[in-house]
């Protein structure tokens, strides 16, 4: 048996006049070093530059952002202070488009201090509350992902993923890297490949970085080397993340996530998404509903402090893709593996959230 040291990604730190604490995840792997937020305008920096990302991540810390944003309300008028919340909640859901869970967790608080009488003090100690309970219930969501997908690799395994759905995209332990903690700490030995993942390398800085940590054997791969991989044998099957989820099944995730399941649909190997129920957006009917972020060319022309294309020329960078419902064999839940993939079994594991 193996054991993980898990990494807190994101937490509270003290009382209503505490502060947010999060791992710089620009800096990785060269440092690892903790940034302090006290107001909501430098969790909206941190959500807007990555220094925070992943769905789960990106939620917790904008529940947060929102006990930064309404702790310093003065006075006692219900109405003015829940007009404050509105206007924190609007400018935080503005840091980035496409993860859901950043929306879950403002629309979550939104209806926790609805619901939390009229006295403004409460409220913000309530709203503290809820924003730390999300916290604690991703981690909880994250290790019972791990329980339902680790039979899914079996000893000598090769696991390919894409991008970075591990405990730094989370509280902690991770999503689509859960079933890997998962299995390594039952004792089975099995190789993961990361593709790098361009333009932003969350597969070499941050997926290497924390497998090779916990002592699971991590073998990073260019993305344009997943097909060779699948043709050499080297890959059982493949587990991504997923930052929005259609009530469909579409899953849209880190721009290359869909050539991959392209792929090894050609190379007849199990596709899988990992995510939580908060991931989960019935309101898009099916993924062309999904809004996808486009980032800055210079994202690809001038990458970690290097000229990387001609100043001049035109880059396209969109964040995330969609994969078609119909390429993923499964979707690993903490309630559950859903598998086929579709509306009816969809809303049938999540009715809680659905109905
Ligand atoms: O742009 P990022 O780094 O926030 O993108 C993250 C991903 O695409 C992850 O794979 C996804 O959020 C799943 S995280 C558990």
Sequence with gaps: MNTTTTLRTIEWLGDLDGCVSMIDQTLLPQELKMLECRDPEAIWEAIKVLRVR????????????????????????????????????????????????????????????????????????????????????????????????????????????????????????????????????????????????????????????ELSRAGID??????????????????????????????????????????????AKAHDIPFYVAAPSSTFDFACPDGSAIPIEERSPAEIRHGFGRKTAPDDVSCYCPAFDVTPAELIRGIITERGLIQPVGRAEISTLLAEKSG
């Design 218 to 263: 991590v073998v990073v791969n260019c993305d344009n080397m997943a097909g060779l991989l699948m043709k050499e044998g080297k890959i059982d099957l493949v587990i991504t993340g997923s930052d929005r989820i259609a009530a469909n099944g579409d899953a849209a995730n880190k721009i290359g996530t869909y050539s991959v399941a392209v792929l």
């Design 54 to 209: 992943g769905a789960p991540a990106i939620g917790i810390a904008a529940a947060m952002g929102v006990v930064l944003g309404v702790r310093g309300f003065d006075g006692t008028d219900r109405a003015a202070f829940t007009a404050k919340l509105d206007e924190v909640c609007d400018f935080l859901a503005s840091a980035r488009p496409t993860a859901v869970n950043l929306f879950w967790a403002l629309d979550r608080m939104k209806r926790t201090a609805l619901g939390a009488g009229d006295d403004v003090g409460a409220v913000k100690l309530v709203l503290l509350a809820e924003a730390k309970l999300i916290r604690d219930e991703d981690a909880a969501m994250c290790r019972a992902i791990g329980q339902v997908g680790q039979s899914l690799i079996p000893a000598g395994a090769g696991v390919l993923t894409h991008c970075n759905a591990g405990g730094l995209a989370t509280a902690e332990y991770g999503t689509a890297l859960a079933p890997m903690y998962a299995a390594h700490e039952a004792g089975r030995s099995f190789r993961v490949y990361a593709d790098e993942t361009r333009p932003l390398l969350q597969g070499s800085r941050l997926t290497a970085w």
